[in-house]
């Protein structure tokens, strides 16, 4: 599926408030202890794990590694269709401290999606008739979103969005 890239500083507060900064930048990684780097990001990659198995997606055999040095997070693992693998792609990619996921998950061939970075000022209306001609189309967005989006009037600048296929 590749790598997809997201706003850093916007999304789910997994990590207590904090950004999800695992591993410290080059010029302190000499005093952080190596075994300490590798327990924080894969404490990371547990937390980032655990928000998508509650999307229920039913992904099989899912791993999901953090690279806090990069700010990346590698999936891997089974998805019952491109629609589960792309929710949790963006599951994983709007949480804050994450940059970019690479979606290795494997599924079976489908339609691709688009996908759309929320502005200030946009609606999920708006973005149906960017897309699709037709504001009134704003719930296929909002149900393509689900479990992530909790109210189709509750979308934030610099979340990611699927936009899926009509």
Known sequence: M???SFIKDAGEKLFGGAPAQAAPVPQQQAAAPAAN???LNAKAGAAIKTYIDQQ???LDNL???FDGATSKVALAGNA???EAAEKAGLAAGNVAGVAG???GLQYPPGTASQYHDVERGDTLSAISKKYYGDPNKY???FEANKP???????IYPGQKLRIPPL
């Open 63 to 65: 791993g999901v590694t």
């Open 148 to 154: 992530m989006l909790s109210s189709p009037d509750k």
């Open 101 to 103: 996921v690479d979606n």
């Open 80 to 82: 019952p269709s491109q």
């Open 2 to 4: 590749g790598l997809l």
């Open 139 to 141: 719930m296929k967005i």
């Open 56 to 58: 229920n997606l039913g």
């Open 37 to 39: 780097v590798a327990d």
